[in-house]
């Protein structure tokens, strides 16, 4: 996490980001976060709660109703391709070529992203940091598990070596060995200086490694607190008296400093 004094510049910053979807369903109302370099921002909330609009947004898949998603200052909607240049994006079912092996996946994808410098060997590093068995390098994606497709996935977002990464539920359905492997590598790229924006419903992970996480609720962050000021909180807790609505703005200290998680 940044020191409070010198802050680093927002990667990732939503404006009174909105939308309405077509059919009137209002899936985010005014929201406003920042991330900036070396910090992990963690999304929870239920289904619906507007992540995926979220992220979206910041990709240019969807088009706010109004409000701002930049992306290392540029309006993501306005400039896509340029603002895209410094952002990397990993869903959670990550859409790759299935008829390819891993190696051409990454070759193709890395181009794409125009990155034409690397060579075998630096996709070899790249599967190798992700944990990818090196017998499956060779191997075509339509053999692979989900989460060795989610760990080619990660590899080419490491490659594309974009100083922010925005992450769509990427441990969901991950064996927990492989999702806490997957978290590893999330915070070392946080440790690297990449702004990470993440989806989850992994309460206990976002926790762990997130600097910032903030709850959404029918489109509406109704909390957001640092690393700091859950240390000792119950976020399980916490999320659940968000959601039910029980509180407009909870005391991270009081009965729930009781709660020791
Ligand atoms: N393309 C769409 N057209 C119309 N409504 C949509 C569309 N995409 C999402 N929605 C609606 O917007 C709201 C927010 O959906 P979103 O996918 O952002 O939620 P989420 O927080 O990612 O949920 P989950 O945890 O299930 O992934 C929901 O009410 C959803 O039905
Ligand atoms: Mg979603």
Do not use: W
Not at 135 to 164: H, T, V, W
Not at 173 to 188: I, M, N, Y
């Amino acid at each position: 996490m940044q020191n409070s004094t010198i802050q680093a510049a927002p990667l990732l910053e939503a404006v009174e980001l909105t939308k309405v979807y077509e059919d009137g369903v209002k899936a985010l109302n005014n929201l406003n976060l920042v991330v900036r370099e070396g910090e992990i921002y963690a999304m929870l909330g239920g289904n619906g709660a507007g992540k995926t609009t979220t992220i979206n947004a910041f990709l240019d898949f969807i088009q706010p109703t109004s409000g701002k998603a930049l992306i290392n200052g540029i309006d993501a909607n306005a400039l896509p391709l340029e603002a895209k240049k410094h952002v990397a994006f990993v869903s959670e079912n990550v859409q790759l070529y299935p008829n390819f092996t891993a190696m051409q996946n990454l070759d193709f994808f890395v181009r794409l992203g125009g990155k034409s410098h690397y060579e075998r060997l630096d996709y070899e590093r790249a599967l190798h940091r992700v944990g990818l068995q090196s017998e499956a390098f060779d191997r075509k994606l339509k053999d692979f598990s989900k989460g060795m497709r989610q760990k080619c996935g990660i590899a080419i977002a490491i490659l594309k070596d974009a100083p922010a990464i925005l992450l769509d539920e990427p441990t969901s359905g991950l064996d927990p060995k492989a999702g806490k492997e997957f978290t590893r590598l999330v915070a070392e790229l946080r440790d690297e200086g990449k702004a990470i924006l993440m989806s989850t419903h992994d309460i206990f992970r976002a926790k762990e490694i997130a600097d910032y996480v903030g709850i959404l609720n029918n489109g509406e962050l109704v909390a957001e607190k640092t690393k700091a000021e859950l240390e000792g909180v119950n976020l399980e807790e916490l999320y659940v008296e968000y959601m039910a609505g029980y509180m407009d703005e909870a005391p991270v200290s009081g009965s729930l400093s009781n709660n020791l998680s």
